[in-house]
């Protein structure tokens, strides 16, 4: 699945135009039904569009990640555990000493997410804007918190282990509202039948009974797959580095067509009783000038 993903976005970037996009950007928002802020449906309509022509029914790798443990992200209790594992007075202490060191000095984010708890650092795949970033756009600031999301989540999994926990979490909130949503929508945009053999029941309960060590280890993610693979899929693709779905949102924000037609967007735009288009227009500005890269908030 993710050699075709590589092919796909490879093929989306050399043979679609901006002038296509911008024209195609609003026929996806629209098969979407309701907004899912997530850039990878982008190319994965041109790659269900493509895919079309050539059969009918197509089968997808969406949960492997989430049962059998392939984000990297997963693998952070490994690194934390040194910390984790140290009495709350001390791991209190520590995070005092990562409030005191300098922004961007080595080591000052391990030992400030180490002293936090998993409920407090781990809110999934979604984390596009911080609380400070998301007053500043949203008109009478945030309203709640993404905890008021997770906690319940979380009361659930009281007990398991860490990487249980996060990927129940994922489960529950990437999985099926962005992942799924995206993949159906946008082959069915294209009479395209996706089918997700990894969602089986007899899959997930097997990856359900998965121990932390069949999952995680320090060199690698889905370590229980890729081992049960290995007389099937080549060793080069086994073992590859994670690649994911990266679209260049970055580069198309910054100048060109997507460029004017996003200015376009927030100039028409009736939504200024909910948004402040101004501040909108002023992280279009920074990321244009290079100031700070807001491409994934502006998207959002």
């Known amino acids: 699945a993710e050699s075709a993903a590589a092919i796909g976005v490879q093929h989306f970037v050399k043979t679609v135009s901006e002038q296509e996009l911008c024209e195609t950007l609003p026929l996806i928002v629209w098969y979407l039904d309701d907004p899912v802020a997530d850039p990878a449906l982008v190319p994965l309509y041109f790659v269900a ?47 005092a000493v990562s409030r005191a060191l300098p922004q961007g000095m080595r080591g000052k984010s391990l030992l400030e997410r180490g002293s936090m708890d998993l409920e407090q650092r781990y809110y999934g795949n979604a984390r596009n804007f911080r609380p400070e970033q998301v007053a500043k756009v949203l008109r009478g600031g945030s309203e709640g918190t993404i905890r008021e999301v997770t906690d319940p989540i979380y009361q659930v999994s009281q007990g398991w282990d860490p990487v249980a926990r996060m990927q129940h979490i994922d489960l529950f909130t990437w999985l099926r509202g962005d992942i799924l949503v995206k993949a159906d929508k946008m082959t069915m945009a294209n009479s395209l039948e996706l089918r997700v053999p990894f969602l ?19 060199t690698t993610t889905k370590y229980a797959l890729r081992r049960a693979l290995e007389p099937i899929v080549p060793a080069h ?14 580069h198309w924000l910054r100048a060109g067509e997507l460029l004017e037609w996003a200015h376009h967007m927030v100039d028409t735009s009736q939504a200024g009783d909910l948004v402040d288009l101004a501040g909108v227009r002023r992280m279009l500005d920074e990321h244009r000038e290079g100031v700070i890269d807001h491409s994934r908030r502006l998207w959002t």
């Open 237 to 250: 693709v086994l073992h590859r580095a994670k690649l994911g779905f990266p679209v260049p949102i970055r």
């Open 49 to 95: 569009r493509e895919a079309r022509k050539h059969v009918k029914v197509v089968l997808s790798g969406e949960g492997a990640d989430e049962l059998f443990g392939g984000y990297n992200i997963y693998r952070e209790p490994l690194s934390l555990r040194p910390i984790t594992m140290l009495p709350n007075p001390l791991r209190k202490g520590l995070a």
């Open 200 to 218: 089986d029941p007899e899959v997930f309960a097997v990856a359900s009974r998965l121990p932390f060590d069949q999952k995680i280890t320090r």
